[in-house]
Nanobody, 124 residues
């Protein structure tokens, strides 16, 4: 059974940085894709960034390009999200997700495993 555990959220001022971590239990596969989503109060969950476990290729939402970086550590089965130049609009619960079907896309429906989420709050 796959479990995803996020950590690293918190309160930060606008312009600051945070690094989120997502540790995955169980095996990862060459077809695994890990992604970060976020959900603000009253809004739908939205895609932030994703990475293919096989070759490290990445995909970002336009709203975070140039500010956020997703990376992976194969040995630790962990994915990171480095968030710089944070804005109040980045506030929300950040979720780690995974599918094992090589689908690096924005839709929540293709991700089979989800973490419990970690709160990120950016103050102005």
């Amino acid at each position: 059974q796959v479990q995803l555990v996020e950590s690293g959220g918190g309160l930060v001022q606008a312009g600051g940085s945070l690094r989120l971590s997502c540790a995955a239990s169980g095996r990862t596969f060459i077809s695994s894709v890990m992604a970060w989503f976020r959900q603000a109060p009253g809004k739908e969950r939205e895609f932030v960034a994703g990475i293919k476990w096989s070759d490290g290729s990445t995909y970002y939402a336009d709203s975070v390009k140039g500010r956020f970086t997703i990376s992976r550590d194969n040995a630790k089965n962990t994915v990171y999200l480095q968030m710089n130049s944070l804005k109040p609009d980045d506030t929300g619960v950040y979720y780690c997700a995974r599918n094992d079907r090589l689908l690096l896309i924005k839709s929540t429906t293709v991700y089979d495993y989800w973490g419990q989420g970690t709160q990120v709050t950016v103050s102005s």
